[in-house]
């Protein structure tokens, strides 16, 4: 076929995909555009306050103006007025002692000018201006020469302030014994909520000869001696935070049928302990609960601190229950309690478990009797901080840098106790100590001496302490803690106890809808 002439030929289609190529290079050439702008203009505004600085050093002196420097600069003006108005503090004082209450209210108004000036100094970041100091410097100047004309002079004021100093440091004495003592009391208060708890079960107990008749079939259980199981010692006339000890070992372990419970508790709780551990059921554990006033073997000529707990003139501190209860001092006579046991952990009342504790009983203590976690991180826990190392007796035998360690969650090997006497020589430090001159009050003291050289150091994991009174713990510390110890005034039963720690204790604890029927007078509900 023949071609047409070109100028009869219909005209080519243009491609779509050129004006998309050329849409895309304009829309490339004008962003390349934006970003140099905007470059250029970020670099203008950075450049500005630079520049701004460089010019303006006023600025620059309010930015870096330290009101703590300037008061302890020699030149300021602060200082001069800081001077000035403890000068006048102290003439204020003798001007009342003397009855010039005219002079000494013309000191406190300008006083307080004073206090207001260096205020204001201070929250405004600048330095105290001549305009501003000179009037108070010299209103005050005036007063202080009216003050020294009046035989206020230097002597004076130094015996007066002695004589206020020495007034303040008994005053603040005083007060530490008062925080002391009453911090003790609030201790050992017992909450209206847990006393009502303990009536009503104690009336429950009374009330049932078949909770009496449990208590006689678990005296004599096999179980209680099966050195195969797990055994558990805890000493506490406390109901509410013995259920939580063992609540939360319960709920941690594997194997809750394998775990046995010792409980020795006073005369007073004993029907509410019985009445509590058998109504309820702790996943097949078993619960025995023993009257230390059944303890007819534990009397003063065998034990020297029954003595000392009973003597009439023992100093005003070991009035203090924590001194006063043998339930304290009990964890010595473990062999005594238990002798056909041969390995027992002992938990305080004020603890709460947050992993299985079976392994403990198969960690190796080399030959030592006590598996305790050392707390000689800090200095204030070697034994010359416990221990009084200018007796003779102390120093010729022990290391007042040895590491102390603590009570609250320990591993202790009976068969080794036994071989080793610890209980004797226990009993003999306390002899030593029946006039209180080779340590303080306590029951870790005794314990530091009785153990030395047979204490086996833990993982300090398996205890971590200190959640009575520290509240800056490091959550992950307390969170990888097997024991946490609620060492401290501030128990987590009580109002006082640290509110960043009181729910790991209260989720322990299914005792609160009891403790609500309790108060409202409806019968107790059990749980199992």
Not at 95 to 105: G, M, R, T, V, Y
């Amino acid at each position: 076929m023949r071609r047409r002439a070109a100028d009869y030929r219909r005209p080519v289609r243009r491609k779509y995909w050129c004006w998309i190529w050329a849409l895309l290079g304009l829309f490339l050439v004008a962003g390349l555009l934006l970003f140099v702008v905007q470059h250029n203009q970020n670099e203008d505004r950075d450049g500005k306050p630079v520049q701004e600085r460089r010019e303006s050093p006023q600025w620059e002196v309010h930015r870096v103006l330290n009101f703590t420097e300037e008061l302890a600069s020699a030149t300021s003006l602060s200082r001069q007025l800081a001077e000035q108005m403890t000068l006048a503090k102290a003439y204020v004082v003798i001007a009342k002692e003397h009855n010039n209450l005219h002079l000494a209210w013309e000191l406190s108004s300008r006083i307080r000018s004073c206090q207001l000036l260096l205020s204001k100094a201070a929250m405004r970041g600048e330095p105290v201006t001549l305009d501003e100091a000179e009037p108070i410097i010299k209103s005050l100047s005036s007063l202080i020469f009216k003050a020294q004309d009046a035989h206020y002079d230097i002597a004076t004021t130094v015996t007066t302030m002695k004589s206020h100093i020495q007034a303040l440091e008994e005053r603040a004495n005083v007060a530490i014994v008062q925080s002391t003592v009453f911090g003790q009391l609030a201790a050992e208060a017992l909450p209206k909520t847990l006393h009502c708890l303990n009536v009503k079960l104690t009336v429950d107990w009374i009330r049932n000869p078949s909770l009496q008749q449990l208590t006689e079939e678990t005296r004599y259980s096999p179980r209680l001696v099966d050195n195969n199981l797990y055994h558990f010692c805890i000493f506490s006339d406390n109901l509410l935070a013995t259920s939580v000890v063992v609540n939360s070992t319960v709920s941690n372990a594997d194997h809750p049928q394998q775990l046995v419970f010792h409980v020795v508790t006073n005369g007073i709780s004993y029907g509410a302990m019985q009445a509590w551990f058998h109504r309820n059921d702790f996943k097949g554990a078993t619960i025995e609960v023993q009257n230390i006033e059944e303890f007819t073997w534990l009397n003063a000529s065998f034990a020297p601190i029954m003595k000392q707990l009973s003597d009439p003139d023992a100093e005003p501190k070991m009035w203090n229950q924590k001194y006063l209860s043998l339930l304290d001092h009990l964890r010595f006579y473990i062999p005594d309690i238990y002798p056909q046991l041969e390995k027992v952990v002992f938990l305080e009342d004020d603890v709460v478990v947050q992993k299985e504790l079976t392994p403990l009983f198969s960690l190796e203590l080399h030959g030592n009797v006590n598996g305790a976690v050392e707390m000689c991180l800090e200095a204030f826990h070697r034994y010359y901080r416990y221990l009084n190392f200018s007796s003779p007796l102390i120093s010729s035998k022990f290391d007042p840098q040895a590491c102390g360690w603590a009570f609250g969650m320990n591993v202790f090997d009976l068969i080794v106790w036994r071989k080793a006497n610890v209980t004797s020589w226990y009993q003999y430090w306390q002899q030593q100590n029946k006039d209180g001159t080779l340590w303080k009050l306590g029951t870790l003291p005794p314990g530091l001496l009785a153990f030395y050289g047979l204490t086996e150091p833990l993982d300090r994991r398996w205890h971590v302490l200190g959640l009575g009174y520290d509240m800056n713990i490091d959550s992950r510390l307390i969170e990888s803690a097997a024991v946490i110890h609620f060492n401290g005034y501030m128990k987590p039963w009580l109002k006082l106890g640290i509110g960043r720690y009181k729910t790991l204790w209260e989720r322990e604890t299914y005792l609160r809808m009891t403790i609500g029927w309790c108060l409202l007078g409806v019968t107790i509900r059990w749980f199992s």
